[in-house]
C-alpha cells in the first residue's frame, strides 16, 4: 500500500461528472505528476485528496488509514500540504510572515523550520523583509513551497507549479520540486507541460476524460508509441 | 487692533482656530475611517452603518455616564464619559457581534458579490441602528461632557505669553489627539506584530490561502468586529464631547469619512488616518473666516472688509463630495494604493 492513495475515485462538480473511477498513489521520497489534456479532471483529483471538494465514492488514505471523512484543515494537520496554482502566496505579506502564516496551525516552535526552509531557498533568506508581491516569479514559487513545508508535511501536493513562466524559471522550480522530495516527502503535482515533468517523475499518471488511460514510471510512459503520439505530440 | 503686520498674533489665531480643530476633528475621522477600512478588508463590503453606528456608542457611553454621575462614580476634572468608554465599548461589540449573526452572516454564506451585497445589508443596519438612538434618545441635539472643559484657556494663555490673540486647548481636544495616537498606535502593533493580527491581514490578503493555512475565519470576522467596536465607540464619543451629540450629524458623518477612506486608498491604514486629516483641513480651511488672520498680517489700506470665506460652512458636507469626485477622476486608487477587491 503506497503513503498516500486515493482509490478509485468519482467526483462531479453539481450534475456535470470529472471523475470516473481514478485512482493515484504516490510513496515517501517519489514524484508523481498526473498528466492529459484540458478537462481531465486532473486539478479535480487534487480538490477530492484534499477534501475541498467530496468525492461520491472512492477513498483517500494516508499512510494506511483512511482520511476521506476529514475536513481539509484536519488533512493538513496530518501532514498534508497544497500549493495552488495561482494566488499560492499572501502578497502584501513579507516573505518571513507568509512562512509564519503557514505555520499557523502548529503550537511548538516554528523558528527551526523557518530556518530549514531557509536552507533549502537560501535566496528567501535575503529577501525575508520583502513583500511577497515584490518577488520574480520563480521566488514567489519558492514562497508557496516554503510556506506549505511550515507545517512539516509528509504529502505535498503542487497545482501546476509551472503555469506561466519562461523555461529558465521552469528549470528553476522543477529544480526545486526535486529538492523537495529529496528531502524525503512525497511530493504529487499536475503538469501542462507533460514533457519536461515526465522527465523527472518517478511515477506517471496519464488522465483522460477522468480515467486512467496509462500508468508508469516516467521514462516508461515517455517512451510509451502511444502516449507520445496522444499528448507529448510524437 | 494694531495696524502693524503681526506674524505671531496670526499664526496664534490659526493654530486656535484651524490647527487644534483640524487635528482633532481629523484623529475622530481618522478612527472612524479606520473601522471602514477594517470591516473593507476582511469582510469585503464598505460599511454604510459606520456613522450610526458611532451614534449608538455613544449612546452607551451617555446613558452610562449618566448613572454614574447620578451615583457619584466621578473623578473630578475627568470628563466621566472618558471612564463609561469601555463598559461602552463592551455593549457595543455585543450588538455589532450581533449584528453579524443575524444579518451579514446570513449573506457571507451565500456565493453572491459580497461588496454589493454587504452594501446593501449594511445600508438596512444603518437604518436599524439610527432609529434605535433616536428612539432611545431623542433626535435633538445634547451635550454631556462634564469636569473642567480646558486643559487652558484663552485667558490663562495671554496671562501666560502676553500675546494679543489667545489660544485655548479644549479637554476634548487633547483627549482626542491622545486617545487618537494611542489607539492607532495600538491598531498597527497588533496588525504588524502579533499572530492575531497576522492572520486578520493574511485573511485579507488571500482568503483561500488562509483557510488552507488553518486560519479559523468565524474568528477573524469576530476579532474584526471587536476591533472596530473599539474605535467606533472612541471615535464617536470624542466627536460627541467636542462638538456635541445629534443622531443626524453622526449619520451625515459617513460622508467625510468615506471621503477619507477613499483619498486615502480603500484597504489601506496609513491611507485612512492620511486622508482623514487631508479631509478634516479641507473642510476647515475652506470654511475658515480668514479677515481676522488677514487684517494681523496686511498693512491698514489692504484690510478686507468682508469675512473672506471661501465656502459658508453650511456646505462644508459638500467638501467632501468634491475631494472624492477629484480623486476618482484623477487617482482612483488613492495616495496610498488601496486593494480592489474583486468577487470570487
New interface residues.
Given amino acids: 500500500m503506497a503513503y498516500l492513495e486515493g482509490n478509485n475515485l468519482v467526483a462531479s462538480y453539481g450534475v456535470v461528472p470529472i471523475l470516473h473511477e481514478c485512482s493515484v498513489q504516490v510513496e515517501k521520497g517519489e514524484l508523481a505528476v498526473i498528466v492529459g489534456p484540458n478537462g481531465a479532471g486532473k486539478s479535480t483529483v487534487m480538490r477530492v485528496l484534499l477534501g475541498m471538494l467530496e468525492a461520491t465514492s472512492g477513498s483517500v488514505t494516508l499512510d494506511g488509514k483512511d482520511i476521506s471523512m476529514l475536513s481539509?484543515?484536519d488533512r493538513?494537520?496530518h501532514g498534508l500540504a497544497?500549493v495552488?496554482q495561482t494566488?499560492?502566496?499572501?502578497?502584501?505579506?513579507t516573505v518571513e510572515?507568509n512562512l509564519?502564516?503557514?505555520g499557523?496551525?502548529r503550537k511548538d516552535d516554528i523558528s527551526k523550520t523557518i530556518e530549514e526552509v531557509y536552507e533549502l531557498f537560501p535566496i528567501l533568506y535575503e529577501k525575508r523583509k520583502q513583500l511577497a508581491e515584490e518577488l520574480s516569479g520563480g521566488q514567489r514559487q519558492q514562497v508557496a513551497f516554503g510556506?506549505a513545508m511550515m507545517?512539516k508535511p509528509s504529502v505535498m501536493l503542487l497545482d501546476e507549479p509551472t503555469a506561466g513562466v519562461s523555461p529558465i524559471v521552469m528549470d528553476e522550480i522543477f529544480s526545486n520540486i526535486l529538492d523537495v522530495r529529496n528531502a524525503g516527502m512525497a511530493v504529487l503535482m499536475v503538469e501542462q507541460n507533460a514533457q519536461q515533468a515526465l522527465n523527472i517523475a518517478d511515477k506517471g499518471f496519464v488522465l483522460v476524460s477522468g480515467r486512467n488511460e496509462h500508468t508508469g514510471t516516467g521514462k516508461e510512459l515517455i517512451n510509451d508509441r502511444e502516449v507520445r503520439k496522444k499528448f507529448l505530440g510524437g | 487692533m494694531s495696524d502693524s503686520i503681526d506674524i505671531i498674533n496670526a499664526l496664534a489665531l490659526l493654530t486656535n482656530f484651524v490647527i487644534l480643530p483640524g487635528l482633532s476633528y481629523g484623529s475622530q475621522l481618522a478612527l472612524g475611517a479606520l473601522a471602514v477600512t477594517l470591516v473593507y478588508s476582511i469582510l469585503r463590503f464598505s460599511n454604510f452603518a459606520q456613522g450610526d453606528s458611532m451614534a449608538f456608542g455613544t449612546m452607551l457611553v451617555i446613558f452610562l455616564s449618566g448613572y454614574m454621575i447620578s451615583q457619584g462614580w466621578t473623578i473630578s476634572g475627568v470628563p466621566t464619559a472618558l471612564l463609561a468608554i469601555p463598559i461602552a465599548i463592551i455593549g457595543m461589540s455585543i450588538y455589532l457581534l450581533l449584528m453579524d449573526r443575524l444579518v451579514y452572516k446570513h449573506y457571507r454564506g451565500i456565493k453572491i458579490k459580497q461588496s454589493i451585497v454587504g452594501i446593501t445589508a449594511s445600508i438596512g443596519v444603518m437604518f436599524i441602528t439610527g432609529g434605535i438612538v433616536r428612539f432611545f434618545l431623542g433626535a435633538s441635539a445634547q451635550r454631556f461632557g462634564d469636569g473642567e472643559r480646558f486643559i487652558f484657556s484663552v485667558r490663562e494663555f495671554k496671562a501666560f505669553t502676553g500675546l494679543q490673540q489667545g489660544i485655548a486647548l479644549k479637554t476634548s481636544q487633547f483627549l482626542t489627539i491622545t486617545l487618537a495616537i494611542l489607539l492607532v498606535a495600538f491598531l498597527f502593533y497588533f496588525l504588524q506584530k502579533t499572530?492575531t493580527g497576522?492572520?486578520m491581514?493574511?485573511y485579507s490578503?488571500?482568503k483561500?490561502?488562509?483557510?488552507?493555512?488553518?486560519?479559523d475565519p468565524d474568528r477573524v470576522v469576530r476579532i474584526t468586529w471587536l476591533l472596530v467596536a473599539l474605535l467606533t465607540t472612541i471615535a464617536g464619543t470624542l466627536y460627541g464631547l467636542d462638538k456635541g451629540f445629534a443622531p443626524q450629524q453622526y449619520h451625515l458623518l459617513l460622508l467625510p469619512i468615506f471621503a477619507s477612506v477613499i483619498v486615502g486608498g480603500i484597504g489601506s491604514p496609513i491611507g485612512a488616518i492620511a486622508g482623514a486629516f487631508l479631509v478634516a483641513f479641507s473642510e476647515i480651511l475652506l470654511t475658515y473666516a480668514y479677515k481676522k488672520f488677514l487684517i494681523y498680517l496686511l498693512p491698514l489700506s489692504m484690510h478686507p472688509s468682508s469675512l473672506v470665506q471661501l465656502i459658508g460652512t453650511e456646505y462644508k458636507y459638500a467638501i467632501s463630495f468634491v475631494i472624492l469626485i477629484i480623486v476618482l477622476l484623477i487617482k482612483p486608487t488613492g495616495l496610498f494604493k488601496g486593494?480592489v477587491i474583486v468577487d470570487e
Avoid: H, W, Y
Fill in positions: 481539509t484543515q493538513i494537520t497544497f495552488p494566488k499560492n502566496v499572501f502578497p502584501s505579506m510572515e509564519q502564516m503557514g499557523f496551525i510556506r507545517t | 499572530k497576522k492572520a491581514r493574511a490578503d488571500n483561500e490561502l488562509a483557510l488552507l493555512s488553518g486560519i486593494k
